[in-house]
């Protein structure tokens, strides 16, 4: 089910697939920003990553004594979540524990995400509760698909994600597993600005550590037409998009957690966790999107 919200600025669309956006059309210029999910190049347009982010050593964890076996980023993104309410700005969903989840990660859990839209901008506020009765550790992480070229004048050399402060980003190196190795390595230097070309996705994502930057957003070179996203908070960034070119759409992913390391046991509580919450906690985090012209 697809529920729509609108102001003078955008009118946005939330599918309970999966609690994605999958459109925001800005109203000035019927320009459509999310990736469309065209299954024969990536069938998403901005997944939740829950209870983990990237992938699990060995595609399996260890929890409560059982073995579970998992794809990359959780089951949030893959399962249908639940209408909970809507109003003029806002649109709330939500998932909890299931005999469907609880085959997939034994902890019973509600997973709500409130989406605001004000303006501008749009925030994607992810809120966690703990139903279980045993502390629960979780990752959790943002994929956002935005969608190019804007139109179809401009191709996609004609775009570059842009800092709002110069960068010197390092990154995780997770080849070839997708698991981290200690490893790491300079994306670029001294630049606010990272071009889109043929080859920054050919060895797949980039996960940013340490960054400064209060934002980062993929822009229109000469018009500053932009999709930014606020990074505050997030200790890591990935960049991704797949290795095609024409480059089809382009993923700013601002993470709390990371992919399993190398070094990892499988046992669930052994993994770095974006937050651990006693029975009856619960803990929140947002992504600000702004929709610039």
Known sequence: MIYTMENDFLKVSVTTSGAQVCSVIRKCDQVEHIWQADPAVWGSHGPILFPYTGRLKDGKMRCKGQIFEGKPHGIAR????????????????????????????????????????????????????????????????????????????HE?????????????????????????????????????????????????????????AKTLGVYEKGT?????????????????SKPVWPMPFVCIEPWMSLPAAESDSLDWEDRAAAAVLNCGESWHVDLNMRFVR
């Not at 994600?161 to 990154?171: A, K, T, Y």
């Not at 500053?224 to 991704?240: A, D, I, K, N, Q």
């Open 78 to 153: 893959n399962l249908e979540h639940t209408f909970v309410r809507q109003n003029d700005h806002e649109i709330v969903l939500e998932l909890t524990d299931s005999p469907q989840t609880l085959a997939l990660w034994p902890y019973r859990f509600r997973l709500e995400s409130h989406f605001i839209l004000e303006g501008d901008r749009l925030t994607h506020r992810l809120t966690v509760e703990n139903r279980d009765e045993e502390k629960m550790p979780f990752g959790i992480g943002y994929h956002p698909a935005f969608a190019l070229p804007f139109d179809e004048d």
């Open 156 to 212: 996609s050399s004609d775009y570059e994600l842009r800092f709002d402060r110069v960068q010197s980003p390092m990154c995780l190196d997770t080849l070839p597993l997708g698991l981290v190795s200690g490893k790491v390595y300079s994306l670029a230097k001294n630049t606010d600005t990272i071009p889109l070309d043929q080859e920054l996705f050919a060895n797949d994502s980039h996960c940013m550590i340490g960054l400064s």
């Open 224 to 240: 500053g037409r932009g999709v930014e996203c606020e990074l505050s908070g997030f200790p890591y960034t990935l960049l991704w």
